[in-house]
């Protein structure tokens, strides 16, 4: 749906410079993924489960790089994930989910 994705991206434009204040350099990573590769990553290990919000393109990760080290470390990236989830009671940080970190994941769930 291109209005809940609209609002989704709104919220990435105020995590991007909200991690600019807090220091934290971004590089981007995935955004959209097919199906296939959904499948893919769940039959690697790579993925948990079977559907994702990127299938929807309604989640995206990032990499960190805080005084230039790339870091996925769940306490360094705690205030943006903090953020995130302040921006929206729909926006989920990766970092907070219950069955396995992943921290580099931002998502709106509806
Ligand atoms: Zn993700």
Known sequence: MVSEQWKFLQDVSLLINKAKELGIVLTGGELYRSREQQLSYFHSGKSKTK????MKRLAIDFNFFI???LT???EKIQPLGEYWE???PANRWG??????TDTP??????
């Open 67 to 69: 005084d230039g080290q």
């Open 86 to 88: 302040g921006l929206s």
């Open 95 to 100: 970092g907070n989910f219950k069955n396995f």
């Open 105 to 110: 994941h931002f998502e709106r769930f509806l």
């Open 72 to 74: 996925y470390e769940k």
């Open 51 to 54: 559907t994702s919000q990127h």
